[in-house]
């Protein structure tokens, strides 16, 4: 998985994720990616790749970015994050042993160093893998950065009771990574699995083959923790940043704002900048409102941005194209059916009864940017298979037709399911939310299901659904994925096998030993081999599982203000490059 977010639609749908899509636009300061729609990203890397990150043309320093989000990140703590907005936020402040870069022209990604001298060395067995350490690093107290703090933060990611939403790699590849359940418990800092020798050399030892172990280390797990800072569930108020920002205040569901960190070392960075003095994150916004905000870009909303694709019925107000930054991302959007609470019988009748086109027109979603879904995975990943099963194309109009309203509630009756109730979650303070809420409700009812919808704040949308045993059974996160990395092994494994759910990550709830056995055996292929088995793997799952609807394929289309400079997309993670932004005006 790439790290889920909840988009615009997604809020509005009650979906987690996190693609594919249109080059950008844009020309001059506010570029965006060369690559065209469907075209794979590789695993491109660079381990000789050094700081500064290279100039800006145009470049200026000074003034505050204000970030007008009508999401809500979940958590700013380092160990905990995998949605991609809170990825791209964290980058400001957290640097960890790998990182991307984008190529200046293409926006293609490039895996380089970070806070780690190389990309790690793999033993002979491909069970241990060890990274030289860059020296000198300082966290933002200006307090040495030592080689134990990247053991603790490792350490400290298998205490997956208190930080349960951050990705899990590390307990099923990492050795005794099932047994080990971090530093706060019995067994304390004594885990077998990490190790420094030295001051400027980190060792991973594994259960099993784990080759893309470097672009893992991308994650902001692996960003260094001194354990006498460590306060557990209120470290991201204070962290100890290393990046270009540190905290300035945190008011989770509402403000986050960053100053600068006069500790960081651009000649140690060969991804990051620090251009502009602070950044104002404000959460949980009217969507509409701030989107026209930006547009308008009048006197303080000029330096502002919004990071959801723009409502489509906000098109007719662009005036100026350089004000959209588009590009693709790594995602797909899907509806999750709880498979061990919907039979799969039943979960065929509620892929006939979804009224997906009218369902696109009330959340605002924009053909060209979000365009249909049929697969799981996204063009963007190798492997991938444009193949499409009938009533699995995230279009039509469902139920919302007579015809096949009529069809589904004969179909329900028949199997002795008729009032089957769907469950769902949505944001009651949020009005595209209460829309879509609305039309699922008269649509699934009209063809013969009982449908309960359940209001949260919008502000705890993801608490809720990222309950695997929440008393919901549709739409629970992560409700999409995006690619941690681009291949299969990214998604299969982390999605659909049994100890998915477990871990927090199970989309749909299966549990099948059959399937673990066929998703372990594509995985212990060699890069081609997966590349081979992955449109297989991927129809298999719909067709006999069926555990989510595939509903669109998210590529980035967000507004920003008209004083921004160097706005690009991340095509890694589908979000706005924030490092690299600058103020024309500062």
Known sequence: MQWKRITAVAATVMLAVAACGSPSSNSGSNGGSNVQPGETQVKATDPTAVGPAPAIDGSKNGGTVTVLSDVTPDTFDPTNIYYVDGNQIGKLMYRALTQYKLDPKSGKPTLVPDLAADLGTKSADGLTWTF????????????????????????????????????????????????????????????????????????????????????????????????????????EQRPATTGPYKVASYTPGTELKLVKNTNWDPKTDPVRYQFVDGWDFKFSQDLIKVQRQVLASSGPDANALNYT?????LLPEVKDQAQ?????????????????????????????????????????????????????????????????????????????DDAVAADVKAKLKALGKEGFELSQYYSIDDKISTQVNALR????????????SIGVPKAKIRTFT????????????????????????????VLFKS????????????????????????????????????????????????????????????????????????????????????????
């Open 466 to 493: 990222g309950d695997q045993n929440a008393p919901v059974n549709l739409g629970k996160t992560p409700a999409g994925w995006c690619s941690d990395w681009p291949s299969q092994s990214s998604w299969f494994p």
């Open 309 to 313: 694709n723009l409502d489509v019925s």
């Open 324 to 400: 959209l930054v588009k590009g693709p991302g790594p995602c797909t959007i899907t509806l999750p059916m709880d498979t061990r609470r919907i039979p799969l019988e039943v979960r065929k009748l509620v892929a006939q009864a979804y009224p997906y086109d009218g369902w696109r027109k009330v959340a605002g979603l924009n053909p060209n940017d979000d365009p249909p879904a049929s697969t799981i995975l996204p063009q963007a990943v190798p492997g991938h298979e444009d193949y499409k099963l009938p009533g699995l194309t995230g279009t039509g109009p469902g139920a919302q």
């Open 499 to 586: 100890d998915a759910v477990a871990l927090g990550n199970s989309i749909g709830q299966l549990g099948d030993p059959k399937l673990d056995t066929e998703i372990d055996r594509v995985n212990a292929l060699d890069p081609e081999g997966q590349v081979k088995e992955a449109g297989k793997l991927d129809k298999m799952i719909l067709e006999q599982y069926l555990p989510l609807l595939p509903l669109y394929y998210s590529a980035s289309n967000f507004p920003i203000g008209k004083n921004l400079g160097h706005v690009v997309n991340d095509m890694t993670q589908g979000m706005p490059e924030f490092t690299s932004i600058y103020l024309k005006q500062p």
């Open 441 to 452: 409700k008269q649509v699934f009812e009209k063809a013969g299901f009982k449908y309960k």
């Open 132 to 235: 030289k350490l860059k020296t000198g690093i300082k966290y933002d107290d200006g307090t040495p950065v030592k080689a134990e703090d990247y053991a603790y933060a490792i350490k400290r990611s298998f205490a997956h009771d208190l930080y349960d939403a951050g990705p899990t790699y590390q307990i099923q590849f990492f050795k005794d990574g099932e047994k080990y359940k971090g530093p706060y418990g019995a067994g304390g800092d004594n885990y077998s699995g990490v190790e420094t020798p030295d001051d400027s050399t980190l060792v991973i030892h594994l259960a099993k083959k784990f080759d893309d172990m470097p672009f893992y280390a991308a994650f902001p797990l692996f960003a260094p923790i001194p354990k006498a800072r460590d306060t557990k569930k209120n470290y």
